[in-house]
């Protein structure tokens, strides 16, 4: 799948945990300073998160929720 990042604003991201080391280069390279990753499940290994947030649905169900903001370059 090709999709076109420089315009994005907030990119949400649920995919296996082996493919987030792999996307972390693409989404640094080509998305905007300012730009909103959320993750659902799993974090970039290569970087630590803004925010974690863990919402419970009931006594079982929770969901780990991530935020990461593209810093700017120096």
């Known amino acids: 799948m090709r999709a076109k990042l420089d315009t994005a604003t907030v990119v949400m991201v649920f995919l296996p945990e082996e493919a987030y080391a792999v996307l972390f ?6 998305l905007r300073p300012g730009t909103r990753v959320v993750s659902h499940g799993f974090f970039f290994p290569q970087c630590l998160p803004d925010t974690a947030e863990i919402f419970a649905y009931d006594r079982v169900n929770v969901a780990h929720l991530y935020l990461w903001h593209v810093p700017q370059v120096p």
């Open 25 to 30: 280069p693409t989404l640094r390279t080509h």
